[in-house]
């Protein structure tokens, strides 16, 4: 392909709207353009990096025996409602009326086109099991999309979904997509971890994430030496205990706490350890009020609450609730002698709380020597936020925490949708029975987007060879030479009848400018056309990872290129 | 390929609501299914298919020197604004409100972020000619979805955009387009045939459609003997003149014509020829009243009159209208004494009439020796809806009509969508001129059901080679002889090795059953393991298009089998 005959507007600035090299690098390398708030335009550069990372996708799910069909874009909002997730508050899910006022739902993921096409096709046990797999667009209305094609208001998606008879089938089809997901990561050299993860929204028994160590990442992932790893919002750590723990229940003491408020001013104020604060935080769950109690050196993680109690909405009570409950302004509540009676939820860690310091539900009082048990009722949950420095509960070593971006999640949904939408077949025995559901999805955008995070350096994007849109540069040094221009078109014929993809940059421009571009778009080996080089018999080929130069004579050229694509090719699969 | 661990779900009835043979083929073939009015689900055997025709298109487009990239399916309603097409009351078009209120336009074709790209990418002469084309979903809200795939809500399409700097330049880009389509239609072994075309909505200056032949299309086509072709909507025919013309314009009289009404009343009534008369009807046109007259014996043509005179917006005027405009109801209405004064169009054929017959603007009258020109002005167009057996423009032989469904189409858009939006680019002499463009659209799942249209006999699909899901079906008769099993997998192998696709038929079920579903999913050739043939070593290779069966020894399967399919290629290419 001539560069002069495609279409790679480079620039030089980076946009001023990019926080991440990704997005930076993406646009400067001409692969996207913006065309609205958290729409992207693929140019044809990376329009053919994307398709290679669907290429890589499709044929590691078909390995996997997952057969490749598609649904349409919209689904009547009548599935949504069988399914039991249908929010017409949730404003990230996209929607339309259509022109007859039916409203029709714009596919963030499609658990309910699917169950519904297993409820009307997959009646026996001699069906199962079974695994279908579609790559296409999918919509979030993001409330605030950034990161370029990171977090985007549509993006590329591959999503599956498995049927199976019963848990042990579940657990094969599981562990297939599993490792399908380990192979294409690995093939597009992205280190990727998988990491326990909390269902969400999709719900079901057990999910897992792939993760793509970044610091961009928005992700928490809180791992340990021992190889326990886990999203932070299902993490788990080490109840620390309180040392100086008393035995005798005292009786209860109103104190004149004015203007102490947070759990660093009640240290200070009580002087004593945050181990001995009970916290009390109102939420509205499901438009219900609940109090949450957690100790005073920890926080509340509210993925685990919404998990835990099975709450869809969650948010933190406002003023007027709150003093509606407590007879008293925000910061002076506390689980003895509410105004109002509403359900106690609370973390472990406030169970064997000895005479605690809580809020008197009286503005600029507390209360002394609360002791659960005796003066209030809660039921308990681990309802912990991990920290860094936590103790792993596996092996007691301190837990890491860093940040990822999620580019594959798997879940067993088990039969979350498939009993809400009366999935039904015949066992063996001709019984009807329930079957399992899995479903597992890739971001193929975001998977893009992650490789040029990992494989980029100051000078540009350094596409691993199982991704590059081309395979080869060759840069014509000097485009007046008619010698060089047929060389490069011999060079070219010859490479792609071995497979490989060659650009060929005639443009009439100055070769150090044609040399950052190289870089910029980031094609693994470049090959430099010049007059020199003619009459030396001794051309250059540059490895743009490391940027070593490789001289060879002209006869030589195919040959290194072949063996040094081929290096690389062994090293990525 | 394993049947047994592949999906193709065939069915021996036609499905309730199919009207046409590719609608319901893809149903009982296992290809589609439907999931709501308009929109389908494509299995894993119709997602092959499908992917073969996108193949065939992304290749001729990429040999046409068109680069593939891609633009979000969600478009911002200002686009819209901008090129003046937006339209609320366009039901067709679907549209959100996202989380902030903001209306984005769900893609039928991308004109506007097209000409948002040139005039934010291109400045000069020296970046063109370019042409991006994309290969994705679009939308279209039917108000009659139907014939399954071929007039969805949601449709694969393949859309180009060309900018060129002139005319000329343009002519060659539209050209290279053209021969491409060409290419398309005749790799997918579609018999089609390119006509002059409306340019509907889309506009610009010139448009030819694609069209496969066929009784069930829903555009009806124009054609002569000598090579004259024309979509009806924009066909012209010669006007006939009326033999018995008068030269004496003669003085107007009121003629009481209770229950005369329609043209065949007046032809009795008065007993003269259709050709005397002046139809007049009522039109609203973007919301203005239109009045607009032809000769008896001819019908308007709404396409013409909606292009020719500029209208978006066309539909007959209610009763109250004519009744508003004419002072009498609708039947009597004519140019001359109308009560309202509105403008008047005429087709040619009212021209010349002399002394002729039209409603008196009062219930039950007509006037006599009506004359253009002394009793009303009018704007005089061609307006004529060509009838069978109308003569030639060309040759003057008479014209045929025949139905035809379209595939393609292909528009010189001009300065339409880059004057309004603003496309400038310098040319040689740094002058800012307004570059012109093309749009080129095919639709792809269309295609797939017009080659099924013309691909199949009572038993189900013919697929042609170049676009069959599988190319070779092994039927294993007796799946429990173990020998037969691992031939049919060594033929496989052997095949694949050559690039040729296999589907086994592993499944334990009767001989006849499996013959039945194989000719039904239309797989060109099949091979038939059988006790006997091993025993005989003569082995039946059945084409699917004529049932001829060719016997072969074992050792001749393959070669046989590639000389089979490598003749169909060759007819195809």
Redo the contacts between chains.
Sequence with gaps: MRFS???I?TLKEDPKDAEIVSHKLMIRAGLI?K??SG??????L???ALRKVEEIVREEMDNA?A??????????VELWIDSGRWNPDK??L???K??NDNIMV?SPTNEE?FT??FR??FHSYKQLP?N?YQI??K?R?E?RPRFGVMRA??FLMKDAYSLDLDEESLDVSYKKMRDAYYNVFRRCMLDTISVKADSGDIGGDASEEFMVKSSVGEEEIVACECGYIANIETAESVLEQDDNKEYDLKTIEMIHTPNVKTIDDLVQFFDITAKKFIKSLVYKADNKSILVLIRGDYDINETKLKSKLGIHNLELADDETIFDISGSPAGFIGPYNLKKDIPIYADFSVKDIVNGITGANKKDFHYKNINPGRDFQAQYYDLRLVKKGDKCVHCGKQLDIFRGIEVGHIFKLGDKYSKAMGVKVLDKNGKEVTPLMGCYGIGITRTLAAIIEQHNDKDGIIWPITVAPFHVIITIVNTKNEELLKLAEKIENDLEKQGIEVLVDDRDLRPGFKFKDADLIGIPFRVNLSEKALNNNSFEIVRRKDKEIFYVSMDEIIDKLINLINIENKKER
């Design positions: 005959n495609y279409y507007p353009r065309l609205g729409l992207y335009t693929y140019l044809p990376g329009k053919r025996g057969l490749e069909f598609s649904f349409p874009l919209l689904v009547p404003k990230e996209m929607r339309l259509d022109r714009l086109s519904d096409f009307k096709e079974v279908f296409g667009i919509f209305d409330i208001k549509e």
